[in-house]
């Protein structure tokens, strides 16, 4: 088991450099990470580290409180490393889960075939982000907030977009270190989906890694999303654990 809690902790830590937060709060063995101009709740949420003996009642007051004083909502993001006991107290508030996302994992081969219709950069471009925030519809102030966190990584990363005759249609992110490859942000426009770009951009960032000497993939995917996780079936990965949203009151 504890092989097990410390491969997890290994991702999440990785998944946090990878995808920062604008600010942290460490708590009791836990943190909050909170960015107000980013809808993601993967970095606005309370998460397990290594929490310590602190009750959890007492870890989210004080998480509830520094929402309560930035004006946001207080979601905490269980996963393994939490233990039983946040549940079993956000189930006594009357509480309830969701956005169940499952963390799939993958060695990676000794090579990858490689679509024609992919363009690669080792750096974030104006048509990489673009292209991402078309396929979401984001903000002005999301798209800068997007923006200023991706700038903000500090390990090597990746960015893949698919052209559609000439028309950016698809994107992929990945972010690499000590031999562990994270894949983020795939999205593609519902104008391009079923003619395989989800799986040329997907290939395109785990032979990437693999050159910069990763040897294992992970990412993370709605677990209800059955044509991604087919995707992701066929390309080798297979799920580790998951992790889902609660959200409570601010005060």
Known sequence: MSDFLERIRKIEGHS???WPAQSS?????W????SPDLSSRRTNSLNAIAPDSTPFSDVLQAAQ???LERGVPCHVRLHPLAGGEPIDHLRSLGLSGGGETTVEVLDLGTAYSLDPRIRFDEHLSDLWLDTYVSTHHYSEKEQEGIQASLLSVTIPQGFAVALDEGVPCAVGRA????GLLGI???ATLVSARRKGFGHAIVTSLLDWGRRQGAS???LQVESGN??????YEQLGFEPLYTYDYWTVPSA
Do not use: K
Request: proline letters at 6%; hydrophobic letters at 45%.
């Open 226 to 231: 059955v044509p991604a996780r087919t995707l």
């Open 216 to 218: 294992q993939a992970y």
């Open 175 to 178: 972010a690499m270190t000590e």
């Open 25 to 29: 709060t460490p708590i009791s063995g």
């Open 16 to 18: 946090a450099n990878a």
């Open 184 to 186: 983020f942000q795939i």
């Open 65 to 67: 409180g520094v929402c």
């Open 31 to 34: 943190e909050l990470r909170l």
